[in-house]
């Protein structure tokens, strides 16, 4: 009985010396693109603070971002070189979860590992340039600009950019559903039918994810972002179709069921 609980217990230590050795990988890219973003950090400031100028209070130099503490500059420094080189070691860090997964996939699913890299790391970035092209201009404006630029404004340089970069993270991870109902269908948890099922639920919970990321009463700024969050789900019900788990996959992968 023992020798087969030290045989059973086996694989988990393996899976988990896995599991340690992809986390340690992907922590060291992370910190690699931290270092690269780190000499950026100026550049990187300049184009969070691009949305200011659509507003009329910065054209009217009433409008300044200043540090509220001590240390607000270098700590807010440490979170741009973060969250930049999390974008940066993105395709790498997917690279090493794939790695992590692929073992347990079919020989047949193996061959996705190039699109859902590519696919992921690009739906990313498509997200995060949706957002600050579309989103914040006339979310920013009317924020800033909601008395018609008779008060003058100070904004704490840490909560203007961390809410400016929240945003951005937020719409680059919801830009990652077709990929997650892609995933999820080849695993056999969705498919394209329950997709379709639960299509008003989804809708609901789009205009809802727009309500709480975009954080105005402007009907037309979240209607801007809901939707694509909509069309990004009725994508991915379309891939979830395109990828569903057909009889002949079953049988080339040896699991008939």
């Known amino acids: 009985m023992t020798k087969l609980n030290a045989g059973a217990s086996a694989p988990i230590f393996d899976h988990l010396e896995e599991l340690r050795r992809r986390i340690i990988y992907s922590l060291l890219f992370l910190v690699v693109g931290a270092g690269i973003a780190w000499t950026k950090v100026p550049q990187i400031i300049l184009l969070l603070k691009e949305p200011l100028t659509y507003t009329n209070l910065y054209k ?11 240390t607000e500059q270098l700590i807010f420094s440490f979170t741009i070189a973060l969250w930049a080189g999390l974008a940066l070691a993105l395709p790498f860090i997917l690279h090493q979860i794939w790695l992590f997964i692929a073992p347990g996939l079919y020989p047949n699913e193996r061959k996705y590992g190039g699109p859902f890299i590519v696919g992921a790391g690009l739906s990313f970035v498509a997200g995060i340039a949706f957002c600050y ?9 009317f ?3 909601f008395l018609g630029g008779t008060v003058g404004a100070i904004f704490s340089i840490g909560q203007y ?6 945003l951005l993270i937020s719409f680059g991870l919801c830009f990652e559903i077709p990929i997650l109902a892609v995933i999820l269908t080849r695993i056999g948890i969705v498919n394209h ?7 008003k639920y ?3 919970v789009c205009l809802i994810l727009a309500a709480i990321i975009t954080p105005t009463p402007d009907p037309i700024n979240m209607s801007i972002a809901a939707a694509p969050l909509y069309l990004l789900y009725e994508l991915g019900v379309l ?3 395109v ?7 079953a049988l080339e992968s040896g699991n008939p069921t």
Not at 243 to 249: L, M
């Open 193 to 199: 039918m329950l997709l379709g099922k639960v299509r």
């Open 143 to 145: 924020l800033v600009d």
């Open 202 to 204: 989804a809708f609901l």
């Open 239 to 241: 891939l979830s179709r």
């Open 161 to 166: 950019m961390g809410q400016i970069i929240t």
């Open 243 to 249: 990828f569903r788990v057909r009889p002949s996959d």
């Open 60 to 70: 009217a130099d009433k409008l300044q971002l200043v540090a509220t503490g001590l």
């Open 133 to 141: 092209y579309m989103i914040l201009p006339p979310m920013v404006k």
